[in-house]
Each structure stands twice: as C-alpha cells, then as structure tokens.
C-alpha cells in the first residue's frame, strides 16, 4: 500500500470517528449553524464585491472626466 493512500484512509477513519461521535452526543445543530456562517459569510463577500465594483465605476467615471477636461486647450 503507498504511503498516500495510507494516509488518505487515515484521515477518511478519522473523520468518520469524529462524525459518529457527533452524531452520538447530538451535534448535528453545530453543523446547522456553520452552514448559516457559509451563507452569511457568502452574502457579506457578495456584498464587498458589489461596492467595490460601484466605487471602481465612479473612480474609472471620474478619471475619464479629468483626462477629458485637461486634453482640452
């Protein structure tokens, strides 16, 4: 067996371990709520990206006004 594939069903046990002992003591709402952070964290991303395109609009607006303005004599 090559040493990535042993390593590979380490971490696959692992995480099965770590996945039965959650469900064992109840868990499960943790997993709800990293899901709700994803969602959260992807709309606050989304968001960023919106403003950020929005200021690069008026900056790129603005440039092309003042190169206008000082190519005229």
Same mark, same amino acid.
């Given at each position: 067996?090559?040493?990535?594939?042993?390593?590979?069903?380490?971490?696959?046990?692992?995480?099965?371990?770590?996945?039965?002992?959650?469900?064992?003591?109840?868990? &499960?709402?943790?997993?709800?709520?990293?899901?709700?952070?994803?969602?959260?964290?992807?709309?606050?991303?989304?968001?960023?990206?919106?403003?950020?395109?929005?200021?690069?609009?008026?900056?790129?607006? &603005?440039? &092309?006004?003042?190169?206008?303005?000082? &190519?005229?004599?």
């Amino acid at each position: 067996m090559s040493s990535e594939l042993f390593y590979a069903m380490g971490i696959i046990t692992f995480v099965r371990a770590r996945a039965d002992r959650a469900r064992r003591e109840g868990f &499960n709402e943790r997993g709800a709520s990293a899901i709700e952070w994803a969602i959260i964290s992807a709309v606050v991303v989304v968001l960023a990206l919106i403003v950020a395109r929005v200021i690069q609009g008026v900056v790129e607006d &603005n440039s &092309n006004k003042i190169e206008q303005g000082s &190519n005229t004599p």
